[in-house]
């Protein structure tokens, strides 16, 4: 049989509308924007360059349906250079661009397959002794395994899987569609399982392969590190090669920086500088967007917490001095606490001592979670949507959230990190 390459991609989010970007620097704001068409750009460009025999994309291609027809005519173009190449594209359709959420779509380019999503579908190359297999979403839940349906694999054929599925629960932060496990992947009789929906990348079984590529980009700080598709090449039936290609143009980081036994904002700024400096010697040109995340016992707490704007700033201008317009300082979180800590204000038999316990008391206190409430709930109500959308604070958030117990624990510190910085 005659050997071949694909690539398996799945979770491209096309024109994913990335909220919390109001108010940052416009250049850098576009950056991310368009981030997830730059990584599928890049897709496209690795797939001519192999070349590869084809394409899977396994669910999500785009986010939901079309704001308008342009998400539909950038992927068509994309697809028409795959086309010029004679490389096949096989689309299964998952969760995010179920049959029921797309409501604009287009014609397709002739080398564009799309699963059918009443029943399994099975697409052969025979030139390559490939067949591929998969169901697309007709509805956004999915809540049946569609597996057992699966046809029983192709004879004298590299037999493909493709499906969007939560695998069990494999990932909490993912809903659990087309639920199935990994058994009854690895009993079907194929050889490789293309699978989409799970954004982590993990190779979850081998011989037969079963693989989350991830997704192509990360789109929040929840989504770090590298984010591509898998190169995979195959011989005689049996993969000879999976290759974890990163496409990714920003790459999310989630940085902490210890600042334990600092007394001077400048050394925090300065640790989270050579952080930052350590980070943008690996970027290889992405545009890294990095959360900071300052933790420890230090001398330096109420300074940082009674001026965070400062700080934000003071670390950002270390950011563009270390990658110039290539690292963006996205949240600074401040989670540092005083040198003798709450235990020792919480000891003291003064008014401050008395505030701390009352604000150890008041996550817990109903009655007075209730009355924060009628009066913060009521100004989260009046906020501007670019501001809702945007909030970025984690005490906001948690006020449009009316998590008012979560409020709570977060003012606290801050209250009394104001009220104690005179004696630092």
């Not at 979850?204 to 590190?225: A, K, S």
């Not at 008014?351 to 709930?377: H, M, S, Y």
């Amino acid at each position: 049989m005659s050997a071949f390459r694909f690539l398996h991609a799945a979770d491209i989010h096309l024109d994913s509308p990335l909220r919390g970007l109001a108010g940052h620097e416009r250049e850098i704001a576009e950056r991310v924007r368009r981030a997830p068409r730059a990584a599928f750009e890049n897709l496209i460009a690795r797939a001519l360059d192999e070349p590869v025999d084809f394409v899977i994309i396994a669910g999500d291609l785009y986010d939901g349906s079309w704001k308008d027809y342009r998400t539909g005519l950038f992927f068509a173009e994309q697809m028409g250079k795959l086309r010029a190449a004679d490389i096949p594209v096989f689309v299964l359709h998952g969760n995010h661009d179920a049959e029921s959420v797309i409501t604009k779509p287009l014609p397709l380019p002739k080398n564009v397959q799309v699963f059918d999503a009443r029943k399994p579908e099975t697409f052969t190359l025979g030139r390559i002794g490939a067949a591929l297999h998969g169901q697309s979403f007709r509805e956004k839940a999915v809540h049946a395994n569609l597996v057992p349906d699966y046809p029983s694999p192709r004879p004298d054929s590299f037999n493909i899987g493709v499906l969007h599925t939560g695998l069990g629960g494999v990932d909490p932060e993912h809903d659990n569609y087309a639920p199935c496990s990994l058994l009854d992947l690895t009993s079907k009789g194929y050889d490789y399982w293309a699978l989409g929906h799970i954004h982590r990348r993990q190779v979850l079984h081998e011989r037969p392969w079963v693989v989350f590529p991830g997704n192509l980009q990360g789109r929040h700080v929840r989504e770090t590190g590298p984010k591509g598709a898998f190169l995979v090449s195959v011989e005689d039936c049996e993969v000879e090669s999976l290759e974890p290609v990163d496409f990714d143009v920003v790459r999310w980081l989630d940085l902490s920086i210890p600042a334990k036994g600092l007394d001077r904002v400048d050394q925090v700024v300065e640790r989270a500088g050579s952080a930052l400096e350590e980070a943008a010697s690996e970027s290889d040109g992405r545009l890294l967007a990095c959360r900071i995340r300052v933790k420890g016992r230090c001398g330096a707490h109420g300074r940082l917490v009674r001026d965070p704007e400062r700080f934000l700033n003071e670390v950002r201008a270390v950011a563009l001095d270390v990658g110039q317009a290539d690292v963006w300082v996205e949240r600074v979180e401040v989670n540092t606490e005083p040198p003798r800590g709450a235990a020792a204000i919480r000891r003291r038999r003064d008014a401050l001592g008395e505030l701390q316990r009352f604000l150890d008391e008041a996550p817990a206190d109903e009655e007075l979670l209730t009355e924060i409430g009628k009066d913060v709930g009521r100004m989260a109500d009046r906020l501007p949507p670019e501001l809702r959308n945007a909030a970025g604070d984690p005490g906001l958030e948690a006020a449009i959230a009316r998590d008012f117990a979560a409020l709570a624990k977060r003012v606290a510190p801050l209250l009394v990190a104001r009220l104690t910085v005179s004696e630092e």
